[in-house]
C-alpha cells in the first residue's frame, strides 16, 4: 500500500510542477511529465516483480492455465502501454497519433487473441462430436 501512495504522491507533485512551469516555459512542463511517468512505471515494475514471481510458480505448474493467463497478461500489457502512449499523445495535442496509437494496441491484441479463440473452437468441435 505504500508503493500506491508514494506513486500518488509522485503524480500530485508532478502535477503541480507541470503547472507551475506551464506558465513560465511549457518546454520544460513536458519534461516533468514524461520522467514522472517514467519514475511510476519503475516503482510498479519493482512492486510487481514480487508478484511475477508467484505467478511464474503457478504457471510452471499449470500449462494449459499457463499459456492462457500468460496471453491475457500480455494483452493486459499491451493494452496499458497503447493507453499510455494515447494519453501522452492526447496531452500534447496529438489526437491522430492518440487514435492510432489505440489502433495499434488493438491490432497487436487481436492478433494475440487468435491462438486463444482457435483453442475454443477446437474445444466446441470436441464437444459437439461427443
Not at 500530485?12 to 511549457?26: D, E, H, P, T, W
Not at 511464474?56 to 492455465?65: E, I, M, P, R, V
Not at 499459456?67 to 493507453?83: F, N, T, W
Request: with cysteine; aromatic share 8%.
Amino acid at each position: 500500500m505504500s508503493m500506491l501512495y508514494k506513486a500518488l504522491f509522485l503524480i500530485v507533485c508532478a502535477a503541480i510542477m507541470s503547472v507551475l512551469l506551464k506558465k513560465n516555459g511549457g518546454e520544460f512542463s513536458f519534461v516533468i511529465i514524461i520522467l514522472s511517468a517514467v519514475s511510476i512505471a519503475v516503482i510498479v515494475l519493482i512492486y510487481a516483480g514480487e508478484k511475477i514471481e508467484a505467478l511464474k510458480d503457478f504457471l510452471s505448474q499449470n500449462t494449459n492455465a499457463g499459456e492462457l493467463i500468460l496471453l491475457g497478461v500480455k494483452a493486459l500489457i499491451i493494452a496499458y502501454l497503447s493507453e499510455t502512449v494515447a494519453d501522452t499523445c492526447r496531452d500534447m495535442g496529438q489526437t491522430a497519433l492518440a487514435s492510432k496509437a489505440e489502433l495499434a494496441g488493438k491490432g497487436v491484441i487481436f492478433v494475440l487473441s487468435v491462438p486463444v479463440f482457435l483453442k475454443i473452437a477446437d474445444m466446441v468441435l470436441k464437444f459437439s462430436e461427443i
